[in-house]
């Protein structure tokens, strides 16, 4: 795996229970094979403004996402994953969307 990854992972409710969501990797957390991902969600009018990326079916990399729908990159929800818990990629992002997404962290971090 690598950045860019879109990947799935067992999310852990409130509840207890375990759901697969998809997250896209930013990078690698050394030393122990971890994961920074932020997490991708479905519910599209959630996003906010100036922060979240929205992949819809006129953005350039949804096919080549592997998510079944239009869906916003949550940036700023950020978990860091073992990679045991990391299902495996279903797709990718491009380099320039890796970017955007990096830069808008990096802007709300300030």
């Known amino acids: 795996m690598k950045p860019g990854d879109v990947v799935r992972w067992a999310f852990v409710q409130g509840d207890g229970q375990r759901k697969m969501r998809p997250a896209i990797?930013?990078?690698?957390?050394?030393?122990?094979?971890?994961?920074?991902?932020?997490?991708?969600?479905?519910?599209?009018?959630?996003?906010v403004k100036d922060l979240d990326v929205v992949i819809d079916t006129r953005h350039p990399d949804f096919h080549r996402t592997g998510l079944r729908m239009e869906s916003?990159?949550?940036?700023?929800?950020?978990?860091?994953?073992?990679?045991?818990?990391?299902?495996?990629?279903?797709?990718?992002?491009?380099?320039?969307?890796?970017?955007?997404?990096?830069?808008?962290?990096?802007?709300?971090?300030?």
């Open 25 to 47: 990797i930013l990078g690698a957390v050394p030393p122990f094979n971890d994961w920074l991902v932020c997490a991708v969600s479905s519910q599209v009018q959630r996003a």
């Open 72 to 110: 916003v990159v949550r940036v700023a929800q950020l978990t860091t994953l073992p990679d045991k818990m990391v299902q495996g990629a279903i797709g990718e992002v491009s380099p320039s969307t890796l970017r955007e997404i990096k830069d808008r962290l990096r802007k709300w971090l300030g």
